[in-house]
């Protein structure tokens, strides 16, 4: 069964340093979407891509993050300059462009130290 | 705006008793309403869905109902098993696609 898949699994990084997260999305899949999910918490909406161009982002989404979809099948999640509270899971999902489920990555666990 | 509360924020029941969680959405709010489970340490994972043109499903001892009137839609677990433990999340998909989650339930089955 296709799944989304996420690397790393886990990303340790210094405060003020730049990382990537990279998924790839199944396939057939043409929406886009990262949460994160600090430890306990709600999952909560980063941003949607749709078309090669952000289709949403909430206020947790500023400056410092960034996406792109560079060839067919990978998309990343940029934060340009880590802060302590960047520290959290970070899940990637994609959808099909019907009214379905979005399904998850594994997700990438971030620790800023 | 885009918006879904769930409560309770924690459930504890004895096994085999019912659990019930409920979630609101607001307007703009489209027509597919997922249920996700999330075990300790893996990745949220579709359980359950519901679309505006039915009030209930069900899939053994899950189901879904959705009032659109109220905008509120609820997850029923019957016979509940220490299995059923883990976090369930709602989420409702609006008209950009977009998906947003309810804070999540955190659902305790004492054997």
């Known amino acids: 069964e296709p799944e989304v898949t996420q690397t790393p699994s886990h990303q340790v990084t210094q405060m003020g340093q730049e990382v990537i997260l990279r998924c790839v999305p199944i396939?057939?899949?043409?929406?886009f979407y990262w949460y994160r999910q600090i430890l306990g918490q709600k999952v909560e909406f980063l941003v949607s891509f749709y078309n090669n161009e952000i289709s949403e982002k909430s206020e947790i989404f500023d400056d410092q993050f960034s996406v792109e979809r560079p060839d067919g099948s990978n998309f990343t999640l940029k934060i340009r300059s880590t802060k302590l509270e960047d520290s959290a899971m970070y899940f990637c999902?994609?959808?099909?462009?019907?009214?379905?489920?979005?399904?998850f990555g594994q997700g990438t666990r971030l620790t800023v130290v | 705006g885009e918006n879904v509360e769930q409560h309770p924020s924690t459930l504890s029941v004895q096994e085999g008793d019912s659990a019930v969680i409920k979630c609101t959405y607001s307007d703009s709010a489209s027509n597919y309403f997922p249920w996700y489970k999330q075990e300790l340490g893996k990745r949220p994972q579709l359980i359950i869905d519901i679309r505006s043109n039915v009030g209930e499903k069900k899939d053994q001892r899950i189901a879904v109902t959705l009032n659109k009137t109220a905008k509120h839609f609820s997850l029923h677990i019957t016979e509940t098993q220490p299995e059923d433990s883990a976090v369930y999340f709602c989420?409702?998909?609006?008209?950009?696609?977009?998906?947003?989650f309810g804070a999540g339930t955190r659902l305790t089955v004492k054997p």
């Open positions: 999902a994609s959808k099909p462009p019907v009214e379905t489920e979005a399904f």
């Open positions: 396939s057939n899949h043409l929406y």
């Open positions: 989420a409702a998909i609006y008209n950009n696609n977009d998906m947003r």
